[in-house]
């Protein structure tokens, strides 16, 4: 059973930074990708940003140049580190891991608030 752990979040001044960690547990070594998405209030699930097996990184077109996301492949965790925060990445913070090609074989944390306000 894969079960993951969030850490990090709360409330960030606009241009301020923050980071996330999140931890998997019961995961295969070889899964398919992890990372974050995120949800707004009235708005849709979107990409935030994905370490892909094979070392390949992905970003969604909001955040690109301000997030980074690394990988710990010894302790199975990823990082998002946020800098340049804007109000508009105010959102619950999911972590997710797929350990196989297939939305399928999706895991979700239970996600984490980051509210950025002055």
């Known amino acids: 059973q894969v079960q993951i752990e969030e850490l990090g979040g709360g409330l960030v001044q606009p241009g301020g930074s923050q980071r996330l960690s999140c931890a998997s547990s019961?995961?295969?070594?070889?899964?398919?990708?992890m990372g974050w998405f995120r949800q707004a209030p009235g708005k849709e699930r979107e990409l935030v940003a994905l370490?892909?097996?094979?070392?390949?990184?992905r970003y969604g077109d909001s955040v690109k140049g301000r997030f980074t996301i690394s990988r710990d492949n010894r302790k199975n965790m990823v990082f998002l580190q946020m800098n340049s925060l804007k109000p508009e990445d105010t959102a619950v913070y999911y972590c997710?891991?797929?350990?196989?090609?297939?939305?399928?074989?999706?895991?979700w944390g239970q996600g984490t608030q980051v509210t950025v306000s002055s």
């Open positions: 019961g995961s295969p070594f070889n899964m398919y990708h």
């Open positions: 997710n891991v797929r350990t196989k090609l297939t939305p399928d074989y999706d895991y």
């Open positions: 370490w892909i097996t094979g070392g390949e990184f």
